[in-house]
């Protein structure tokens, strides 16, 4: 992707864009809020066969990364990546972790919710934790031994639900459910392995 946007950027590669009425949306290829006016729009044809332009709709080129996503109504595909990258992260433990965020995105919720919960036991397990030990041990692991803020009670108490393995049953999550658990985890990560290496350089 770095490298369409460097292709982009010294003019081989180009879009057909038309100026559009803007909107402004999260891009869901690289995190940038952005606002933008070009792209493909929609058009609206009605009974008389006159057509107009969609308002806010079509396929809108981000303006930083220069990657399409088409917007309609409350529609935005690719979506939002929910949460944002962590730095200095294991590389096995990051990919989980961006793949979760990939899902949350393609709104596939139970996704996300499966990937974080093998996140939380594997960076448990990298804590010090041993292994084959269930989900809620790890989440008490976790908790017990501060790696998560000593006022996250509550939170951990959400997480605890997502480990219901005695029923085998197929649970479809939320979004709430998705959101909860992809910010423990950022947060997981980033007092673990972000924070910790910032001071380490200094
Ligand atoms: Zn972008």
């Known amino acids: 992707m770095n ?6 950027e010294n003019k ?12 402004d949306y999260t ?17 609206y044809t009605d009974f008389r066969g006159d057509q107009t332009i969609y308002r806010g709709a079509g396929v809108y080129i981000c303006t930083n990364c220069r990657m399409p996503t088409f917007m309609y109504k409350n529609i935005q595909v690719p979506g939002n990546r929910y949460g944002s990258p962590v ?28 990937l974080c919960r093998k996140l939380l036991m594997h960076v448990a397990v990298d804590l010090g934790a041993n292994e084959n ?20 009670d509550e939170w951990i108490d959400q997480i605890r639900r997502y480990g219901n393995e005695a029923t085998h049953e197929i649970e479809v999550n939320t979004m709430q459910d998705a959101q909860m658990i992809l910010k423990f985890c950022e947060m997981l990560l980033k007092m673990n392995y972000e924070y910790p290496s910032i001071a380490n350089n200094d």
């Open 87 to 114: 730095k200095d992260v294991p590389v096995n433990v990051n990919d989980v972790y961006e793949e979760a965020r990939s899902c949350y995105a393609a709104n596939a919720y139970t996704g996300t919710v499966l």
């Open 12 to 23: 081989k590669l180009s879009w057909e864009e038309n100026d559009m009425v803007d909107v």
């Open 133 to 152: 030990l269930r989900f809620i041990d790890y989440v008490n692991y976790l908790n017990e031994h501060h790696f998560v803020s000593v006022k996250s």
């Open 3 to 8: 490298t369409f946007k460097e292709e982009f």
């Open 27 to 43: 891009c869901g290829y690289c995190g940038a809020y952005v606002s933008s006016d070009k792209g493909m729009p929609l058009i």
